[in-house]
């Protein structure tokens, strides 16, 4: 799975609650929050969204227009997702296409909740993807589409179990280890095996908080042979242990 699609797993509609606002003047927009447009036009920092546009916001932040528009808050769940959340921008706009206006003026009109909320989802992550393709980001996530550095977080972020060495890492990207640890710290701002490590605490946290499997079987899962390596390099990135993140994350999910 492509590192993006992973870190959108996190990021769903689930009681979002579908609302339909008009937007006069200034209002202060919550984060995260969608906003389907489907009449006027808002802007947001810099940003415009006109009639058939997504705008998503990441912040509080105030808005000015005139806008009818759809929209879900939502609570970004888990450790992996909000990695995600933390390199967005505090409000992106995807241009929309002929016929969106009319699309978002009709959801929640009609059927179950749970429908506008799928709807929500699908528009969130074509958004973002969206914003991805044409903006890339910066530190991790622009790195992706580098030609040497773009292989390696895909292979990290496909098989975390792996025993991975930079010199495995630099195989995938078919580049020396001195040229793949320079490239991979100038792109994504840390060395490629701390990226590893951060990455598969991450999936570690996720996993305790949404499973009842054992901290030894979540160690293997990510990498560790034994759960003590594994528990003592949770602690280090996280700051408190695997077991009391069976409490503490799945509150925070």
């Not at 870190?7 to 979002?16: K, P, S």
């Not at 589409?145 to 991975?164: C, K, Q, T």
């Not at 040229?179 to 996720?206: H, N, Q």
């Amino acid at each position: 799975m492509k590192p993006f699609d992973e870190l959108l797993r996190g990021v769903r509609a689930d009681g979002a609650g579908v609302r339909r606002t008009e937007i006069d003047g200034t209002r202060v927009l919550p984060g995260l929050t969608l906003y389907a447009v489907a009449s006027g036009e808002i802007s947001v920092r810099g940003e415009t969204a006109k009639a058939g546009d997504v705008l998503v916001v990441q912040e509080s932040v105030a808005a000015q227009g005139r806008a009818s528009v759809v929209s879900g808050t939502y609570e970004v769940t888990g450790a992996v997702a909000r990695r995600l959340t933390a390199v967005l921008p505090d409000a992106l706009v995807a241009p929309g296409q002929d016929g969106c206006a009319e699309f978002y003026a009709n959801i929640g009109v009609d059927g179950p909740s749970v429908v506008a909320d799928r709807l929500l989802d699908w528009l969130m992550v074509c958004a973002l993807k969206e914003w991805f393709d044409r903006e890339h980001g910066d530190g991790w996530l622009g790195a992706q589409a580098d030609v040497v550095v773009g292989p390696v977080l895909e292979a990290m972020h496909a098989s975390p179990e792996r025993a991975w060495t930079l010199a495995l890492l630099a195989k995938e990207a078919g580049v020396a280890r001195t040229t793949l640890a320079s490239r991979f710290a100038k792109l994504v701002g840390v060395p490629p095996l701390t990226y590893l490590t951060e990455w598969r605490m991450a999936l570690a946290a996720d996993l305790l908080a949404e499973s009842s499997a054992t901290v030894a079987s979540v160690a293997r899962k990510v990498g560790y042979a034994d759960a003590f390596g594994f528990s003592a390099a949770f602690k280090r990135v996280h700051g408190f242990s695997p077991s009391e993140c069976r409490s503490r994350c799945a509150e925070s999910a």
